[in-house]
């Protein structure tokens, strides 16, 4: 069996038995935008979905090729990046759009970006 069998069978193992609980999780993820919350954890996560951190850690990877908390991040800075380019917000500061983002912090949200634009230069 070659590697890239073991892996598609493996990957596809896991989605068919994930399904439901991916509906549930995108849901709550994508559709009522639970990035946004500043309490946002993969524990609370885990307990609003009745399964353990480490099988939203698993649909966050196998689904979205990310580990939970940076799948939170991603979504944040990409919600960050639609504010600060909606005309509505010309009068918010960056800090108080960071802020309704979800990062707890400006020093956070400079660090996922240090952290991101890092991973997008390992890449090329």
Do not use: W
């Amino acid at each position: 069996m070659s590697l890239f069998n073991f892996f598609e069978g493996f990957i596809g193992k896991h989605r068919r038995n994930s399904a439901p609980i991916k509906n549930v999780f995108d849901h709550y993820f994508f559709d009522l935008k639970y990035y946004l919350q500043k309490e946002a954890s993969i524990q609370y996560f885990s307990h609003l979905l009745k399964v353990s951190p480490e099988k939203v850690d698993e649909i966050s990877t196998v689904f979205y090729t990310l580990p939970f908390q940076l799948l939170v991040n991603e979504y944040r800075y990409k919600h960050f990046i639609e504010e600060i380019e909606n005309p509505i917000n010309a009068n918010l500061s960056i800090e108080s759009i960071i802020h309704l983002c979800g990062f707890d912090s400006n020093d956070n949200f400079v660090q996922y970006v240090k952290e991101k634009k890092s991973l997008i230069q390992l890449i090329k």
